[in-house]
C-alpha cells in the first residue's frame, strides 16, 4: 500500500515539480533533433545534384532544338516542293506568301523557361549526334579544334585590316582608320594574351604545376572568359534599347574533358536578343579546354554584359 | 499547456528558418562566376551560300543570282551582319539542297555562322516563285520559312518581303524595307522634291523644279508629302499626293509657311507660321485650317518634330538667344529645354519608336549629328570629321538615319546605323542632295 502510495506521490510530484525543466528538456532535444536530421538531408550526399532543383521531370521528351537531316522536314517543306511542280499562281500570290516551316519554330523561340529546359536536355543528346567530338583522352583536343575553326596569323590579319582600312580611307577620313587599327591591333594582342593562357591552362591539366601562384581554376576562368569574348557578336544596334546595365546570367556545366554539357539560363537580361546571343557564344565556344587535372566536373556561372559597348 | 506548445512552435520555426536562409543562400553562391562584357565583334556572322535555280533554263540561273545580290547587299545595308566568306564554307553549296533536310547545320556551326540563309529560284514563263529558309545553326531550328511567287518584274520587292521577316524575326521590328527617302534634289532654280528606296534604288523626281524647295516631310500613311515652295515671293506649304502625282497648295498665310510636319493619329500638321507677326508653331487641320497655336515666344520657334505617339514635340527655338532644342509637352503645354551644349543646336527629329532625338549641333565651328535621350538628356555624337552633317532623319523602325554631309564637298545624302557607325553614301546622283526625310513604313 505504501508503494502504492509512492508512487501516487511520485506521479503527483512529477506532474506538478519537475514539469517545466523537463518540457525544456524536451524542446532541446527536440531542436537538435530537428537540426541533425535537416542537417543530414541538406549536406548528405545523396541529396541529389542542384540539376534535380532546376530540371522539371516532365519536359525530357520535348527536344525543341535537335536537328540532323535524318528527321523528317516540317509538311510546309512539302509544300514548297509540291508548288513548283503545279503550275505557279497568279501574281496576286505573292501579296500573301505560303508560310513554311519556320512558323513553328519561331513562335517557339519566344517561350523562354520551357526553351531552356529543353534544351538542356536536347543538348546532351545532340552533343553525341551533331558535334564530331574529339575523344576525350586526348589533351590537347581543344587546341587543335579552336586553331580549326579560326586560324589566326596575327600579322597578317593586322595585314589584311591595314590594306582594307586603307582603302577606305578616303571615304571615312584618316583619324577613324588610325582608331581602328589601334583598336584591331588591341585585338590581336588580346589574342595573343589568349593563346598564353591556354597554353599555361592546358599544362596544367597535362599535370605540370602551374606557373607562379595562379590557382589552376583561375587560370581556367580567365581562358573561358576570352573564349567567351572571342565568340561573342553583339550588335547593339540590333538590341534595339540601350543594352547597358542589363545582364544575362547562364551556367554552364564543363565535364573534363572540356565539353559543356549543360548550358542553362540562371537570369535572363529581358532583351531576347542579348539573351540568344550569349546562348550562341556559349555553343560556340564549346569545346572548351580540358578542366584542370582532379576536376572531373565544374559549374560556371557567365555574365554577359555588352555595357562595355555604349560610351 | 498551449503556452508549451506555442514555445515549441516557434523554437521549431526559428531553427528552421536558421537552417534554410543560408542554405537557399548558398543555391546562387555555390557557382563560381566569371563576367564577358567586351564582345569580339559587333556584326553578326551570316552565311549565305548562292541561291539555287530550281528549274532549268538560263534565266533562272540569272534570276538566281539577281535575287542573291539584292539580298546580300539589302541585309548588309542594316549594318547588323557579316557575311561569312564563300571561301570558308565547307561544303559546296551547287552540290547541297536547301531544305532542313539536305543541310548539316554542323558545317555551318564550325564556320562561326551564327544565321544561314538559303534560297531557290524557279520560274516558269512570267512567273518567278522564289523560297528562302533562315536558320540557326546553334539552335538547329528553322527561324523562317517563305515561298513568294510574282511577276519577274516584282523580283526585288519579293526579296525584300523576305528581308523585313528576316528582320522582324531577330529583332520585332520591321518597316526598314518598305521605307523611302524623300529629299530636296538639283542645282539652285532647279530644286525639287526627290524620292527613292531605302537604299538609293528607284530614284524619282517628284515635283516640278523651282527656286527654292525646302522640308519635305512624309505623312503618316506614307501617301503623300508636305513641303515648303517659294511661291507668290513667299514660302507656302504644299502637299504633293504620291498617288496621283500631283501638288496641292495647303497653306499660304501671310509671311511665312514653313517647316511642316505631321502630327502621328492625326491628319493634321504642325508648322511655322509668321501671319501674326512672330513667327510661331500651329497645329494646323487637314484642310490646312489653323487649329492651335502651340509656341508663343518672342523668338523665332520652327522644326517640330513629333514623340512617336503624338503627345509631345521637340522644336528649335531661339528663345534663349541661340537655337536650342526644347521639347513641348502637348496636353499641359509646359516646355523643357533640352540642349544646353553649343550655340546652335537644329533640325530636330524624334525617333518613331523611342524617346531618342537626333539633331544637328555646332561646335568649335563643326556641325555634327547628336543623339539626346528626351526623358534623360544623355548624348553622344554621331558624326565627326571632315564637313557639316546636318538635317538628320530616322528610319522608320529607329535602327538607322539618313544626313547631309558636305564631306566630299557637295552636300549629299548619307547613311549610318542609329549609333553613328558604317557611314556611307546613300546614292551616286550628280548635283547637290539636302534635308533628307525617311518616310514611315509602307502600310
Wanted: glycine fraction near 10%; aromatic fraction near 8%; charged fraction near 25%.
Amino acid at each position: 500500500m505504501s508503494g502504492k502510495k509512492r508512487q501516487s506521490q511520485a506521479v503527483e510530484l512529477y506532474g506538478a515539480d519537475l514539469r517545466p525543466s523537463f518540457w525544456a528538456v524536451c524542446v532541446f532535444a527536440s531542436l537538435f533533433i530537428h537540426v541533425a536530421v535537416l542537417g543530414f538531408v541538406a549536406f548528405s550526399p545523396w541529396a541529389g545534384s542542384d540539376e534535380q532543383w532546376r530540371r522539371p521531370g516532365d519536359t525530357i521528351d520535348v527536344d525543341l532544338v535537335s536537328f540532323n537531316p535524318e528527321t523528317p522536314a516540317p509538311p510546309g517543306n512539302e509544300d514548297a516542293q509540291a508548288g513548283g511542280e503545279s503550275s505557279p499562281a497568279d501574281t496576286d500570290d505573292r501579296g500573301a506568301p505560303v508560310e513554311d516551316s519556320g512558323e513553328e519554330s519561331s513562335s517557339d523561340s519566344g517561350d523562354g523557361d520551357e526553351q531552356a529546359v529543353a534544351v538542356k536536355k536536347g543538348r546532351s543528346r545532340n552533343v553525341a549526334k551533331g558535334y564530331d567530338l574529339k575523344e576525350p583522352s586526348s589533351g590537347d583536343s581543344s587546341d587543335s579544334e579552336a586553331e580549326e575553326k579560326e586560324p589566326v596569323d596575327p600579322d597578317k590579319v593586322l595585314a589584311d585590316a591595314v590594306s582594307r582600312l586603307e582603302e577606305q580611307a578616303e571615304k571615312q577620313g584618316r583619324s577613324s582608320v588610325e582608331d581602328r587599327i589601334s583598336r584591331l591591333r588591341g585585338e590581336v594582342e588580346d589574342e595573343d594574351y589568349r593563346e598564353r593562357l591556354r597554353q599555361r591552362a592546358s599544362q596544367g591539366s597535362q599535370g605540370a604545376a602551374p606557373s607562379g601562384d595562379l590557382d589552376p581554376l583561375e587560370v581556367y576562368q580567365a581562358e573561358v572568359a576570352a573564349l567567351m569574348k572571342q565568340n561573342w557578336a553583339f550588335s547593339s544596334d540590333m538590341a534595339g534599347e540601350n543594352t547597358k546595365g542589363l545582364e544575362a546570367r547562364l551556367i554552364i556545366k564543363i565535364t573534363g574533358d572540356g565539353q559543356i554539357e549543360d548550358v542553362w539560363f540562371e537570369k535572363r537580361s529581358g532583351n531576347s536578343y542579348l539573351d540568344e546571343s550569349a546562348y550562341r557564344t556559349v555553343m560556340k565556344a564549346d569545346p572548351l579546354p580540358p578542366l584542370p587535372e582532379g576536376q572531373s566536373q565544374y559549374h560556371l556561372m557567365l555574365g554577359f554584359t555588352p555595357g562595355g559597348l555604349r560610351h | 499547456m498551449t503556452r508549451v506548445f506555442r514555445f515549441c512552435l516557434i523554437t521549431a520555426v526559428i531553427a528552421a528558418a536558421v537552417l534554410f536562409v543560408p542554405f537557399s543562400g548558398s543555391c546562387q553562391d555555390e557557382y563560381d562566376y566569371i563576367n564577358i562584357s567586351e564582345p569580339f565583334a559587333d556584326k553578326i556572322p551570316m552565311a549565305m551560300p548562292v541561291f539555287k535555280a530550281l528549274s532549268e533554263g538560263d534565266t533562272v540561273e540569272q534570276a538566281a543570282v539577281n535575287a542573291y545580290e539584292i539580298m546580300q547587299e539589302s541585309l548588309s545595308y542594316t549594318g547588323y551582319f557579316k557575311m561569312v566568306d564563300r571561301k570558308a564554307f565547307l561544303v559546296d553549296p551547287e552540290n547541297q539542297g536547301i531544305t532542313p533536310k539536305d543541310i548539316n547545320l554542323k558545317n555551318w556551326r564550325d564556320i562561326g555562322a551564327e544565321l544561314l540563309i538559303t534560297g531557290g529560284v524557279r520560274r516558269k514563263a512570267d512567273v518567278l516563285q522564289m523560297e528562302f529558309r533562315l536558320f540557326d545553326p546553334y539552335r538547329g531550328s528553322v527561324l523562317l520559312g517563305k515561298r513568294y511567287t510574282g511577276s519577274t518584274g516584282d523580283q526585288r520587292e519579293m526579296v525584300l518581303k523576305f528581308c523585313s521577316e528576316v528582320i522582324r524575326s531577330l529583332t520585332g521590328r520591321r518597316g526598314l524595307f518598305e521605307s523611302r527617302i524623300a529629299f530636296v534634289g538639283g542645282e539652285k532654280g532647279q530644286r525639287a522634291v526627290y524620292a527613292c528606296d531605302f537604299d538609293g534604288q528607284n530614284l524619282v523626281r517628284l515635283t516640278d523644279p523651282q527656286d527654292i524647295v525646302v522640308s519635305p516631310a512624309w505623312s503618316p500613311d506614307g501617301g503623300s508629302l508636305a513641303y515648303t515652295e517659294y511661291s507668290d515671293d513667299h514660302p507656302n506649304i504644299y502637299v504633293f499626293d504620291l498617288e496621283a502625282g500631283q501638288k496641292k497648295r495647303f497653306a499660304s498665310y501671310e509671311g511665312i509657311n514653313l517647316t511642316p510636319a505631321w502630327q502621328p493619329g492625326s491628319q493634321g500638321l504642325a508648322a511655322t507660321l509668321s501671319f501674326e507677326g512672330d513667327e510661331n508653331i500651329y497645329l494646323l487641320t487637314g484642310t490646312g485650317k489653323v487649329d492651335k497655336k502651340l509656341t508663343d515666344s518672342w523668338g523665332v520657334d520652327v522644326s517640330p518634330s513629333f514623340s512617336p505617339d503624338g503627345s509631345r514635340m521637340a522644336f528649335v527655338s531661339n528663345r534663349s538667344g541661340s537655337p536650342q532644342v526644347y521639347v513641348m509637352d502637348l496636353e499641359s503645354g509646359s516646355v523643357s529645354r533640352l540642349t544646353y551644349d553649343g550655340k546652335y543646336n537644329t533640325q530636330p527629329d524624334w525617333s518613331p519608336v523611342s524617346d531618342k532625338i537626333v539633331y544637328s549641333g555646332m561646335k568649335n565651328g563643326d556641325i555634327n549629328i547628336y543623339v539626346i535621350d528626351a526623358e534623360s538628356g544623355e548624348k553622344s555624337r554621331l558624326t565627326s570629321g571632315k564637313g557639316s552633317n546636318e538635317a538628320p532623319s530616322w528610319s522608320p523602325d529607329g535602327s538607322m538615319i539618313v544626313f547631309t554631309s558636305t564631306r566630299s564637298g557637295l552636300p549629299q545624302l548619307y547613311v549610318m546605323t542609329a549609333s553613328g557607325t558604317d557611314q556611307r553614301r546613300l546614292l551616286d546622283m550628280p548635283g547637290p542632295q539636302k534635308l533628307p526625310d525617311w518616310s514611315p513604313a509602307r502600310q
